[in-house]
């Protein structure tokens, strides 16, 4: 049987790649599309259901933590009944970036599975790291994800309590982004976390 091997793969190769005597390339190229479009939905469908909070809490530690520390603040439950999800602030929205940040989700992944994070205890032990990684991500990016909701042309400073005035108007006028300031703003700071004026 190993001796037919070779000639199969030969075979099969020159099939691959010779001319189609048996159907019209209009039914190749048909065929193609559909298979393209298939692929493109079923590839688009599982990155929809990867961007849902159902998803990211899908592991116990990112449950039994970050996931309850989310639901004590305005961005689960306001007035307005807007709810900023796990996506909405760790997933960029441009295609490209999204797919950057989801290789990189990959990464977070097998750190659960080798067992670097798989316990809450363990996720506690590592949480200044993985908050000074995210924070890094989110000012390089500009707080792009911050800026998907909030932004200083939309703000309307007279309305905000004139520390907060100042605040803004300061990190305006320096380029500061939204995570410069705004840390622990739906989660707990890391015991470690010392803010900066305090250093």
Not at 163 to 182: N, S, Y
């Amino acid at each position: 049987m190993n001796d037919k091997q070779p000639g199969f793969l030969r075979r099969f190769w020159g099939t691959l790649t010779r001319p189609s005597a048996k159907y019209s390339l209009l039914t190749l190229l048909l065929v193609g599309g559909l298979g393209g479009v298939i692929f493109w939905g079923g590839f688009n469908t599982a990155i929809h259901m990867t961007n849902s909070l159902d998803f990211c809490i899908s592991c116990h530690e990112m449950k039994d933590t970050v996931y309850k520390e989310y639901k004590e603040t305005v961005h689960y439950q306001n007035k307005f009944g807007v709810r900023a999800a796990c996506p909405d602030c760790h997933v960029p929205k441009e295609w490209g970036p999204m797919m950057l940040r989801k290789a990189k989700a990959s990464l977070e992944v097998f750190s659960k599975i080798t067992g670097k994070i798989d316990t809450p205890e363990k996720f506690e032990k590592h949480r200044m790291e993985l908050a000074t990684d995210e924070w890094a991500r989110m000012k390089a990016a500009g707080s792009r994800e911050c800026r998907n909701c909030h932004s200083w042309d939309a703000m309307e400073a007279a309305k905000q309590k004139p520390a907060a005035q100042k605040k803004h108007a300061m990190a305006q006028a320096t380029g500061k982004t939204c995570v410069d300031c705004h840390k622990g703003i739906a989660h707990l700071l890391p015991a470690e976390y010392v803010e900066p004026d305090e250093e």
